[in-house]
């Protein structure tokens, strides 16, 4: 019986290949193209979001380029002053003050989430009891907006109410917590407030990248001995490098657009100490009514943003070709 299968498989697959073939020659002379072609009305039905993504987006961020050389103020104006909004945009302090903060700010942020969110995918791996009800639990913050979580953050943190204030009153009458009024420490307690909120999220990546390792590897671990925390570092997370860089790419995002919990627990204060560009932005764009200032600053946040995740696919899509091949 061995042998009748063993010699019935070539000439299955052969008669596949030749029906297989058969079927693309035919098409071929018939005239029609090897590849399925999309009905009418999948291409009617992309037509909305192609317009939304040329007029939108490409179109706003082409406006926003051509008012950046404009001498616009209030409104926008025609004329071309050249790069002269990008010298007086790198001659304001205040801008220089919120890149330093931004650069703060985003390396503590996207560490720490990448380290709590990891940690948290590995307990819930274990298998542990209620794992659903903590999945929850962990992953419930995010869904929380950052106004929200500002606001509740704030509330801790205000020396007169929060934390502080319940530990004076228990006996504790030096404690001090008064972070968000230092001015050395208020955008640790940005990141403390957000690293909260957006954890959650990297350990959902996480424990999905971790869910698909085979079973097989940790056998394999715990016959040659091989200590648990060797096979994480040396073989666990280098396997997770496509979730690893899909959250390092939404935490750079979250990083790049804050401003709604630097406005609802600080508002950029005490004095500066917390500016950020999003905020820069903002304020130059309706506050101070220079739209032109306010287009360099995105444009320069855009550039950025390209400079710094375009080699980044780039890398990946030439790793993910090499595997491929």
């Known amino acids: 019986m061995g042998a009748l299968k063993s010699h019935a498989l070539p000439d299955v697959a052969g008669k596949a290949r030749h029906a297989g073939g058969g079927a693309v020659a035919g098409a071929a002379r018939r005239g029609r193209p090897l590849r399925k072609r999309w ?10 979001m192609a317009l939304t993504v040329v007029f939108a987006y490409l179109g706003t961020m082409v406006w926003t380029a051509r008012v950046s050389l404009s001498n616009s103020r209030t409104f926008p104006s025609n004329d071309f002053v050249g790069l002269t909004q990008y010298v007086r945009l790198f001659h304001n302090d205040r801008w220089l003050v919120s890149l330093q903060h931004i650069v703060l700010y985003g390396a503590c942020f996207i560490v720490a989430c990448i380290v709590i969110g990891m940690l948290l995918a590995i307990f819930i791996d274990q298998r542990v009891a ?10 419930y913050p995010y869904a929380m907006s950052f106004v929200a979580t500002g606001l509740v953050w704030q509330w801790i943190l205000n020396p007169s109410l929060g934390a502080q204030a319940v ?7 030096h404690a001090r917590f008064d972070w968000i009024v230092d001015q050395d420490w208020v955008v640790y307690t940005i990141v403390i407030a957000t690293v909260w909120q957006a954890s959650g999220l990297v350990m959902a990546l996480m424990l999905a990248g971790l869910r698909g390792i085979d ?4 056998k394999a671990a715990r016959l040659d001995g091989i200590p648990r925390w060797r096979v994480y570092m040396s073989i666990v997370i280098p396997m ?30 005490p004095g500066t100490a917390s500016e950020v560009p999003a905020k820069f932005i903002m304020d130059y764009l309706f506050g101070r009514a220079n739209i032109g200032l306010a287009s360099a600053a995105s444009v320069v946040m855009l550039l950025t943003v390209l400079a710094i995740l ?16």
């Open 39 to 48: 009905p009418l009305a999948a291409w009617i039905a992309l037509v909305p």
């Open 310 to 325: 375009a080699p980044f696919f780039y890398a990946r899509s030439r790793a993910a070709t090499r595997r491929d091949v």
């Open 215 to 218: 079973d097989e590897l940790w």
């Open 130 to 139: 209620a794992e659903g009800v903590l999945r929850t639990i962990f992953l």
């Open 240 to 269: 997770l490098g496509p979730s690893l860089s899909t959250a390092f790419v939404l935490l750079f995002v979250m990083v790049v657009k804050l401003y709604d919990a630097v406005v609802a627990m600080t508002q950029g204060g």
């Open 167 to 173: 530990l004076r009153r228990i006996g504790f009458e």
